[in-house]
T-cell receptor, first 121, second 110 residues
Framework: QLQLVESGGGVVQSGTSLRLSCVAS????????MHWVRQAPGKGLEWVAV????????DYAESVKGRFTISRDNSKNTLYLQMNSLRVEDTGVYYC??????????????RGQGTLVIVSS | QPVLTQPPSVSAAPGHEVAISCSGS????????VSWYQQLPGAAPRVLIY???HRPSGIPDRFSGSKSGTSATLGITGLQTGDEADYYC???????????FGGGTKLTVL
């Protein structure tokens, strides 16, 4: 059964750092691109970053570029998001998602419950 | 302001059908594939459609996706009260080199 388990969220002060993890199971992790998508309280979905299956190609939303780093360890079936210089506006639930398509890197298959990040001023 | 434009809300009666639109431009929908997501109250999103019209296993054929030019549509037939949720479209934006989502559409089944 395909599963993604996010962890690492918490309450932190602005300007500090946090690292999120996402452990995958039930599919061939090393053959899928992976996303981080976040959702501020009461707001819509906001894409954060994507990493291709080999880990060599990454893209970021403008709002996090230079502060966040997406990475993966295919030997551990784990996706990471290193978040530095956190801002209040980074508050929200962070979901990892698998890219299910062979032809479109943008699609996202959410299989976890997310992890909540709260950044206080 | 989301890059993709969706109506904030739609409503229809049980058993009826509804279409949710998603409008973009040539830098996103016009030249890339579209996905659709459902988010039930208090739950994580789930993908309903990807590659414009492909349903993952387990998604009922009451849900369908189509694309024409710079717009896309999610169709839902045989509406059920359990379909009440927020629905989002998403696609790649070539100019932004990233994924963009619509602002979401709240579906009410009256």
């Amino acid at each position: 059964q395909l599963q993604l388990v996010e962890s690492g969220g918490g309450v932190v002060q602005s300007g500090t750092s946090l690292r999120l993890s996402c452990v995958a199971s039930g599919f061939s992790f090393s053959t899928n691109g992976m996303h981080w998508v976040r959702q501020a309280p009461g707001k819509g979905l906001e894409w954060v970053a994507v990493i291709r299956n080999d880990g060599n190609s990454k893209d970021y939303a403008e709002s996090v570029k230079g502060r966040f780093t997406i990475s993966r360890d295919n030997s551990k079936n784990t996706l990471y998001l290193q978040m530095n210089s956190l801002r209040v506006e980074d508050t929200g639930v962070y979901y990892c998602a698998r890219n299910p398509s062979r032809i479109d890197i943008a699609s996202a298959d959410f299989r976890g419950q997310g992890t909540l990040v709260i950044v206080s001023s | 302001q989301p890059v993709l434009t969706q109506p904030p809300s739609v409503s229809a009666a049980p058993g009826h059908e509804v279409a949710i639109s998603c409008s973009g431009s040539n830098s996103n929908i016009g030249n890339n594939y579209v996905s659709w997501y459902q988010q039930l109250p208090g739950a994580a999103p789930r993908v309903l459609i990807y590659d414009n019209n492909h349903r993952p296993s387990g998604i009922p054929d009451r849900f369908s996706g189509s694309k024409s030019g710079t717009s896309a549509t999610l169709g839902i037939t045989g509406l059920q009260t359990g379909d009440e949720a927020d629905y989002y479209c998403g696609t790649w934006d070539t100019s932004l080199s990233g994924v963009v989502f619509g602002g979401g559409t709240k579906l009410t089944v009256l």
